[in-house]
């Protein structure tokens, strides 16, 4: 079971528990047999944390991560704008002449 408790992650089985700040987590994969609830899904969304679901082979079927653009997803968006401009052109052969 994952839950929130206080603002943190509490992984939790039969015989173990676990409390984790989100500052320490990047991604939470989920098996088909494991139980999250909404407060730490809410969590996880909150501190930018992947969520993907597995199936029962092991096999990612789902990821759930948060709806607004981080700044990975920005740069990323910006490079291929700038892939299919003149100025992106003219940036790459500057770079290159550069080196």
């Known amino acids: 079971m994952i839950k929130q408790k206080d603002e943190i992650f509490r992984f939790q089985n039969k015989e173990n528990r676990l ?8 991604s939470i994969i989920i098996s088909n047999k494991a139980m999250i609830s909404t407060q730490a899904i809410s969590l996880a969304l909150e501190n930018n944390i992947d969520l993907v679901f597995l199936d029962k082979y092991g096999f990612p079927i789902g ?5 607004k653009l981080g ?4 740069i990323r968006r910006k490079q291929l704008d ?6 992106g052109l003219k940036l790459v052969l500057d770079l290159i002449r550069q080196k």
């Open 82 to 87: 700038a892939a299919n401009c003149e100025l």
């Open 71 to 74: 700044s990975t997803a920005l």
């Open 19 to 26: 409390d984790l700040s989100p500052m320490k987590i990047e």
């Open 63 to 67: 990821r759930v991560w948060f709806s």
